[in-house]
């Protein structure tokens, strides 16, 4: 079985390696995962391994976002 480490940021998909080794993916998928949590050009996004069966392999999907949150507007007093 052959393995690829994918990624959909801001609605761009991308396959950034393929892999017949299962923990090598694995290895990947968390390296890759932490990069994209600091990587802030973008504002949300899945990382996933798939199988050649374009399956999920063993749950390895993961969702980031960079969404900024509103700001609480302060009320003052008069």
């Known amino acids: 079985m052959k393995y690829a480490i994918i990624t959909v940021t801001d609605g761009n998909f991308l396959i950034h390696s393929e892999w017949s080794d ?3 993916a694995i ?7 932490s990069d994209l949590w600091n990587d ?3 504002t949300e996004g899945y990382i996933a391994i798939i199988d050649s069966n374009l399956d ?3 749950g ?5 976002t ?8 302060e009320i003052t007093e008069e």
Do not use: C, D, Q, R
């Not at 290895?27 to 890759?32: M, T």
């Not at 390895?60 to 980031?64: A, D, F, G, T």
């Open 40 to 42: 802030t050009g973008f």
């Open 56 to 58: 999920i392999y063993e």
């Open 27 to 33: 290895k990947a998928f968390h390296s890759l995962a």
């Open 66 to 73: 960079h969404s900024a949150v509103a700001p609480v507007e």
């Open 60 to 64: 390895y999907k993961e969702y980031i």
């Open 22 to 24: 299962v923990v090598g």
